[in-house]
C-alpha cells in the first residue's frame, strides 16, 4: 500500500518561505519520480514541480520558476519542496504525487498515488 504524506503547510506573509516535505512508504521510493501540484478553491489541480528518480532531472511550471526548488534525499524517502518569494496567488492546497516509472512528468494523470495535501495560505 503506498502512502504519501505532506507536511510543512501552514500561514505566512507574502515574501516568506515554507518548505513542504512528503514522506513515502509502500513501494520503492528511488524507482519512482515524483510530482507536487497544487488546488486553489473553485480550480484545477495544477502542476508545480516535478523530479526524476535519480533526482537530475526537474521540471517547474512557470508561474513558481525561480521561486520554488524540488528535492529529493532517497535515503529518507522523502520529497520536498522549497518554496520562496512566496505570493498571495500561492495559496491551495499542495499535493505531493508518485508515478511508476523515473521520467518526471506535468500531467497529473500520468501519477498513480496522491498525499492527502498540506494547505498553504500566503496573507497580503
Known amino acids: 500500500q503506498v502512502q504519501l504524506v505532506e507536511s510543512g503547510g501552514g500561514l505566512v506573509q507574502a515574501g516568506g518561505s515554507l518548505r513542504l516535505s512528503c514522506a513515502a512508504s509502500?513501494?520503492?521510493?528511488?524507482?519512482?519520480?515524483m510530482g507536487w501540484f497544487r488546488q486553489a478553491p473553485g480550480k484545477e489541480r495544477e502542476f508545480v514541480a516535478a523530479i526524476s528518480r535519480s533526482g537530475g532531472t526537474k521540471y517547474y511550471a512557470d508561474s513558481v520558476k525561480g521561486r520554488v526548488t524540488i528535492s529529493r534525499d532517497n535515503a529518507k524517502n522523502t520529497v520536498y519542496l522549497q518554496m520562496n518569494s512566496l505570493k498571495t496567488e500561492d495559496t491551495a492546497v499542495y499535493y505531493c504525487?508518485?508515478?511508476?516509472?523515473?521520467?518526471?512528468?506535468?500531467?497529473?494523470?500520468?501519477?498513480?498515488?496522491w498525499g492527502q495535501g498540506t494547505q498553504v495560505t500566503v496573507s497580503s
Open positions: 509502500g513501494r520503492t521510493f528511488s524507482s519512482y519520480a
Open positions: 504525487a508518485t508515478r511508476s516509472g523515473g521520467s518526471s512528468s506535468s500531467v497529473p494523470s500520468s501519477y498513480d498515488y
